[in-house]
């Protein structure tokens, strides 16, 4: 590539990156369209855009806010995620499984001598490795295949197990039939995020995005709450399991109430999170390692997979929590604390702002965000029943002109499905990879607060340099996408295609000036794609 020009759109995008987006002119409804598309979607694709036009904005809206409470991706990518080995096991199954490996390889190490000590005494002395044999082979080839240690253990099945569910959650962004939903599950996983690398919770990820996430991404706020809750990872994360009466942990409430509801400053009291503390006494985890069974001397008692609550260890004292007393009555006490925060102001107004933010502006107008309050109660805490009102607001569509800047995610995420529309891919390592380099893998932000949603953390000279040697993976053509992780695999051939159906139904005719120029100078089809993709137009949505 010439590099003047490799220069000038690097420059390009290092000022469209820090640069506040000016008053865009209003835009014809057609490019609203497809902006909504853009806004909504992890990245238009022709497909979606025709199937938008086809059914109309307003019923391709509706049915994003209220998708089908189950889904099958297209059959190529649901076959891919029906391969992956660990799918079919329990969360139970899966740490059951692990702590036995660990187990075992931990009484191999145990029983083996000392280093130096094994041949000398338990027989004859062992054939040197690397002595040659008459026929001057190396008598390595005779030797056993040491035993994996259980460090080595640890890290490939806790690897392994969490290489899976990154391929699920990417497989689901790209191809999902519902767009909405699956941004909405990025999004609430992050409002409670869990940290990966912590303890065991890489095998608790997929019972965390599936079965408290996103069933309940677009349905009501409480639910969500209460399902995240009864969830082993964050159960584990933010160490509610340790929480008992008598040894009393706040790290969990704490957070429940700075982060998950209220937010800080709402008006709480440190004397209300050591009472929900107290309420969250004995919620906890399952140890996978003893029989199931249910306790039929202690009906108060709950097991639902590996999530518990133990009457033995809960407080049973009364509380005052918010200016509600509640009676000491076992799990029931959790639900009223969850009742009462779900209907606080500042909950409503903590969780719209937080949306406004992800769909609108980095600082989203007051008036909205009160307006998002009013619906939330009015509404119970129906999330679709907010949205619903945001992406009808005078402000969401006046935002639609004011392009948002991606974070990587999105980034990386949207370049893939402009690239190649629905055409599958057979890899989804490059794509996790980009994340770690971009700095925004799934579950990999360490503290409770989960990324930022403002842009400005992600516009710094690195990301701008990060971002476009990716686009010259992609827009080349040689970023792995097509080529199975096996050794044996033969690649397949699949040159991106971005001036496509998407770009010549309506793209082009928004791309600015600089972008234009740019492009015009592009001395082969590939340089054309990473400009595209490296251009400040590319990287608002």
Wanted: aromatic share 8%; hydrophobic share 40%.
């Amino acid at each position: 590539m010439r590099r003047p020009l490799l220069q000038q759109s690097l420059a390009a995008l290092a000022l469209a990156l820090v640069a506040q987006p000016a008053l865009a002119e209003d835009k014809p409804s057609s490019d609203l369209d497809l902006a909504m598309v853009n806004r909504l979607t992890w990245g238009a694709t022709s497909a979606e855009v025709q199937r938008m036009r086809a059914m109309g904005a307003e019923a391709w809206l509706q049915a994003e806010l209220h998708p089908p409470a189950s889904e099958r991706l297209p059959p190529a990518a649901q076959a891919m995620v029906d391969a992956l080995p660990m799918r079919d096991q329990s969360t139970v199954a899966l740490v059951r499984e692990f702590r036995e490996q660990l187990t075992a390889a931990k009484a191999t190490q145990a029983a083996m001598p000392p280093p130096g000590q094994g041949a000398a005494s338990n027989g004859p002395a062992a054939p040197n490795p690397m002595q040659a044999g008459p026929s001057g082979t190396a008598a390595t080839q005779s030797m056993p295949p040491a035993p994996p240690t259980p460090q080595e253990v640890r890290r490939d099945y806790l690897g392994e197990a969490f290489k899976q569910d990154q391929t699920r959650l990417i497989l689901r962004a790209l191809y999902s039939p519902n767009q909405l939903r699956e941004q909405l599950t990025a999004f609430w996983l992050n409002h409670f995020n869990v940290h990966a690398e912590k303890a065991e919770i890489r095998l608790l990820v997929r019972d965390y995005e599936d079965q408290a996430i996103r069933p309940h991404a677009l349905g009501r706020f409480r639910d969500l709450l209460e399902a995240t809750l009864r969830s082993p990872a964050m159960l584990q994360y933010l160490d509610n399991a340790q929480n008992a009466k008598g040894r009393i942990n706040e790290n969990y409430a704490r957070e429940i109430m700075e982060l998950h509801t209220m937010g800080v400053g709402s008006g709480y009291t440190q004397k209300d999170v050591q009472e929900l503390a107290r309420i969250l006494t004995g919620v906890g985890i399952v140890n996978p390692d003893r029989p199931e069974r249910p306790n039929p001397t202690n009906p108060a008692a709950i097991r639902d997979g590996m999530f518990a609550f133990y009457p033995g260890r809960h407080d049973m004292g009364d509380k005052v929590f918010l200016g509600h007393v509640i009676k000491g009555s076992g799990y029931d006490e959790v639900r009223q604390a969850l009742d009462i925060l779900c209907a606080q102001p500042a909950t409503a107004r903590h969780v719209s702002r937080q949306l406004a933010q992800y769909f609108v502006a980095d600082s989203p107008p007051p008036a909205l965000i009160e307006r998002m309050a009013a619906r939330w109660a009015q509404s119970g805490g129906e999330i679709a029943a907010v949205l619903d009102l945001l992406f009808h607001s005078p402000e969401f569509r006046a935002s639609l002109s004011h392009p948002l800047l991606k974070d990587p995610q999105h980034f990386v995420l949207s370049a893939v499905r402009m690239a190649y529309d629905d055409r599958m891919i057979a890899n989804t390592q490059p794509i996790a990879n980009w994340l770690n380099r971009l700095g925004q893998p799934f579950y990999g932000h360490l503290t409770p607060d989960g990324y930022p949603l403002e842009r400005t953390a992600w516009n710094g000279p690195g990301q701008i340099e990060q971002r476009f040697e990716i686009a010259q993976a992609i827009g080349n053509g040689s970023a792995g996408l097509f080529k199975g992780e096996a050794p044996s695999s033969t690649p397949r051939q699949a040159f991106p295609v971005l001036q496509g159906a998407l770009y010549y139904g309506g793209l082009d005719k928004q791309l600015s000036p600089g972008t234009r120029t740019a492009l015009d100078q592009a001395a082969s089809p590939q340089e054309w794609n990473v400009l595209f993709l490296a251009s400040p137009d590319f990287m608002g949505r």
